[in-house]
């Protein structure tokens, strides 16, 4: 196994394939792919519903052939499978858990694109027993789609995001019937019309309910949920949690890089670039829960980023330091990617901002450096969605700014 490369990549789903084939198209192939599963491919593989393909490739296309394509344009690029990396060290150093034991490998630049998680169980504080049956959209896919298992037959799933319907949809294939939808809030996540896809369904949907309590000693049996301060009891043999997702950034918490401590992701500027200019992110870890296509167009631009930088400082593997000013923001905002810009740099003027909200609302988002207003539109908000701030002009911020405020006005 040849331990140095160009450029290393930790994650194989559609932003790492996709700034690797961005390289390989710039002449960069010493690359390697690092993936902790068995196969490259990521979450798409994962999914047997046609939601992608239709930005990348102009044309609806189930998850796994969205992967399978996406795999197949690398070529002879080394994709090291069961290979997890377990530390991010200084100097593009990598600790590796490979089948063959841990190795250290480095690069001139490494790109992390680890993806998301949904917020399993604990983390969402529901009381009662410990039974099986409690278990993610995600792993929910798995058993269907990767392992050919019906897991149960007659759950609830708890959450109305994007991603719940396509649990909705997974059990649907499996031949099951869910018993419930329960969301929190006063209405789904997900665009409204979905609500007729869970109709179809026959499954009702609970809003302004929570979950809590989960019942059954060896399997679930029931959960009690509350609406409106009254109680109900749901007979149903499992609770599948879906999103909620955060970015998958466990590495980055341990690491030496600058992350932001409310999310975890590490601190990147318009270029993707981190705190430790060896090092680059892109994908969901940055924004959970983009879109598979989004993520792969991310990955693809990340990539052509990193072989500039590569080609600039002639395949060397000094790395620049670069002054970069905070972008700062307060509730109802999330988070901001960039969270910091290389005001340095006049390679990329106009910059979209990908924020994401913690409530609906519809306001005016201003985007301001210093006197300087770079941005200012009204936007309907709503939370788990992509937002984005189009064409922001980095030209115009004058050298003296020391901070970019996004803020609701
Ligand atoms: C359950 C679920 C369902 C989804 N459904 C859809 C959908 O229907 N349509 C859609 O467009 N999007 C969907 N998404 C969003 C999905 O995240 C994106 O589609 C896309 O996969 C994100 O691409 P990515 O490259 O950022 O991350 P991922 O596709 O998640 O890829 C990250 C990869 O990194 C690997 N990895 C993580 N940590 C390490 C490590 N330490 N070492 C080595 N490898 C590591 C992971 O195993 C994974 O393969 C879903 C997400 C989830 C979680």
Not at 29 to 41: F, P, T
Not at 353 to 361: C, D, G, P
Request: glycine share 8%; hydrophobic share 40%; charged share 20%.
């Amino acid at each position: 196994m040849n331990l140095n490369y160009d450029v290393i990549i930790i994650g194989s789903g559609p932003a790492g394939v996709g700034a690797a084939l961005s390289l390989r198209r710039r002449g960069i192939h010493n690359i390697a792919i690092l993936e902790r599963e068995a196969h490259a491919g990521g979450v798409p593989r994962h999914c047997q519903h046609p939601t992608f393909g239709l930005l990348a490739f102009k044309r609806p296309m189930k998850g796994n052939q969205f992967a399978e394509k996406i795999v197949s344009n690398l070529g002879d690029t080394a994709i090291f499978t069961r290979s997890t990396v377990i530390d991010i060290l200084p100097q593009g150093v990598l600790k590796v858990s490979t089948p063959d034991g841990i190795v250290e490998m480095r690069a001139k630049r490494i790109l992390i694109a680890t993806g998301v998680r949904e917020t399993p169980r604990h983390p969402r504080l529901v009381s009662g027993l410990r039974p099986q049956g409690v278990l993610t959209a995600g792993a929910l896919q798995q058993f269907v789609y990767l392992k050919g298992k019906k897991p149960c037959l007659n759950p609830v799933i708890v959450g109305s995001e994007l991603v719940s319907f396509s649990a909705l949809w997974t059990l649907k294939n499996a031949g099951v019937k869910a018993q419930a939808m329960i969301e929190s809030g006063e209405r789904i996540l997900a665009f409204k019309a979905a609500t007729l896809f869970a109709k179809a369904m026959g499954t009702p949907l609970y809003l302004n309910s929570k979950i809590i309590e989960i019942g059954g000693l060896e399997r679930v049996e029931y959960v009690v949920i509350e609406t409106a301060g009254k109680t109900q009891k749901i007979t149903c043999d499992a609770v599948i949690f879906t999103g909620s997702f955060v970015g998958e950034n466990t590495l980055i918490r341990k690491s030496h890089l600058d992350f932001d401590a409310s999310t975890g992701k590490p601190v990147t500027d318009q270029f993707s670039r981190c705190s430790d200019p060896s090092y680059y992110a892109a994908g969901n870890m940055l924004h959970p829960a983009d879109m598979g296509d989004q993520c792969y167009q991310e990955g693809i631009l990340t990539g052509q980023y990193i072989a500039e930088d590569l080609l600039e400082n002639h395949h060397q593997e000094v790395v620049r330091h670069t002054p970069r000013i905070p972008v700062k923001f307060a509730e109802p905002i999330r988070f901001s990617v960039p969270a910091c810009i290389d005001y340095t740099s006049q390679k990329i003027e106009l910059v979209d901002f990908n924020i994401k909200v913690n409530s609906a609302f519809t306001g005016t988002i201003q985007v301001v450096a210093g006197n300087t207003v770079l941005y200012k539109k009204k936007i309907r908000c709503l939370p788990t969605r992509r937002i984005l701030l189009k064409g922001i002009d980095l030209t115009k911020i004058k050298p003296d700014a020391t901070e970019i405020c996004i803020s609701v006005v």
